[in-house]
């Protein structure tokens, strides 16, 4: 069976939707399938009239047996088309479908967007949910459709000591404030709306110059994905820095916002008074993976409005970190407050879940535990695998 999965977003790059597409290309190919994956561009030319038939030529090129598209509008958007040909030439393979959560959480409350979503479920032999909620979501819109559960899983990724050169690897570095005042969030987003990086900004420099005694940093991890908001998220943080440096003591301080390597984060970290939001393009994964080893990060900050299911959090717990995750259904779908995780649903209950865990390490210890002991038992490797293995063999193999 030879299987193609199309991603909304390039397979190479390292966010989440192909980090997922990555598991599970992985799961079915050692399962005995072959498996293909490229995302939507691959297939469609800029200038294409009819994005059906060119799914239906490189399903033929390929000698594709079914289709997995992951995110219900973005991917599968390209099996819609009105034109004669499509009318004339259906597509002859049959396809299930992974919600990616802005389909069902965004895409589908415009009216147009709606309607295509889902004409395209009617046609799905099957779809995959990541929580309850989007399960209910997706049922109500086509009560007939076959909706599975099945969650996010997270990989454990060792790093060799070695890989982390110079950084202070203390794993008990924040279990004594009187020791150390450092405190490094980090926050790994794509540059976009449903995302929201710019929700904490303002809030967080009033927390900084309020706390001046903290050597806060927040470093934001990430690649443009919408130009527009981009522009006005690093407008913001231009106008930030200005203001910033006209604090006669932070004036003499590094004002950079934009790290270009690893090494720029780190040496950023050790750079006490340095303006505290630093933003970095994505990282390779294995730095990345460095990073959140490393003991300068203290927290992990989630500022969707909306989420599926997301790795970026998924990630942190399985690496120990605690998550400060803004309040929404995929979001509460992983964080119970307090005890796997603190929610906000403001920038005031933020820095006050963010004083609680500074000020209490017995409850940011707590939190580690039972998050790290939650990813491990619900979130595993081998139940994905065994779960999309067995999916695509009911389905598509018959």
């Given at each position: 069976m030879k299987i193609l999965i199309i991603s909304p977003t390039s397979i190479s790059s390292v966010s989440g939707n192909a980090c997922t597409v990555q598991r599970i290309q992985k799961h079915l190919a050692s399962s005995n399938s072959?498996?293909?994956?490229?995302?939507?561009?691959?297939i469609i030319s800029q200038n294409a009239k009819c994005t059906r038939v060119q799914l239906k030529n490189f399903v033929a090129k390929n000698g594709i047996d079914c289709i997995l598209f992951l995110h219900a509008y973005k991917s599968a958007k390209i099996l819609l088309c009105s034109c004669e040909k499509c009318s004339k030439h259906p597509l002859s393979v049959p396809y299930g479908i992974i919600f990616g959560g802005t389909d069902l959480n965004a895409d589908i409350l415009d009216e147009e967007k709606c309607l295509d979503v889902k004409e395209i479920l009617l046609n799905a032999k099957?779809?995959?949910?990541?929580?309850e909620d989007l399960r209910r979501t997706a049922s109500q819109l086509v009560p007939q459709l076959n909706i599975f559960i099945q969650p996010q899983a997270v990989e454990l990724v060792n790093v060799e000591p070695?890989?982390?050169?110079?950084?202070?690897?203390?794993?008990?570095m924040f279990t004594d404030n009187g020791n150390h005042n450092l405190y490094g969030f980090l926050m790994v987003t794509g540059i976009r709306p449903v995302k929201d990086p710019i929700f904490l900004l303002e809030a967080w420099m009033k927390w900084c110059k309020n706390n001046q005694h903290l050597n806060l940093k927040l470093i934001i991890i990430g690649p443009v994905i919408?130009?527009?908001?981009?522009?006005?998220?690093?407008?913001?943080?231009?106008?930030?820095?200005?203001?910033?440096?006209?604090?006669?003591?932070?004036?003499?301080?590094?004002?950079?916002?934009?790290?270009?390597?690893?090494?720029?984060i780190f040496d950023w970290f050790g750079e006490p008074g340095s303006f505290p939001i630093l933003y970095s393009s994505a990282l390779p994964r294995e730095e990345l993976n460095i990073l959140m080893h490393s003991s300068?990060?203290?927290?992990?900050?989630?500022?969707?409005?909306?989420?599926?299911?997301?790795?970026?959090?998924?990630?942190?717990?399985?690496?120990?970190i605690p998550v400060i995750a803004r309040d929404n259904s995929g979001n509460r779908s992983?964080?119970?407050?307090?005890?796997?995780?603190?929610?906000?649903?403001?920038c005031e209950d933020f820095m006050k879940q963010t004083e609680k865990l500074i000020e209490n390490p017995g409850l940011r210890s707590l939190i580690i535990e039972n998050a790290f002991q939650m990813v491990q038992n619900e979130h595993s490797i081998e139940k994905e695998k065994e779960f999309y293995s067995n999916l695509c063999q009911d389905f598509f193999a018959k």
């Open positions: 072959v498996c293909i994956t490229c995302s939507v561009d691959v099957f779809a995959v949910a990541f929580t070695k890989a982390l050169h110079n950084v202070d690897f203390n794993s008990n919408d130009l527009e908001y981009a522009d006005s998220f690093f407008d913001l943080l231009a106008s930030l820095k200005d203001n910033w440096t006209q604090n006669e003591f932070m004036a003499k301080q590094s004002t950079q916002f934009k790290a270009k390597s690893l090494d720029d300068f990060i203290f927290a992990s900050i989630n500022s969707s409005y909306s989420e599926g299911m997301a790795s970026a959090v998924l990630e942190s717990m399985a690496n120990k992983l964080v119970e407050d307090n005890k796997t995780g603190l929610l906000y649903q403001t």
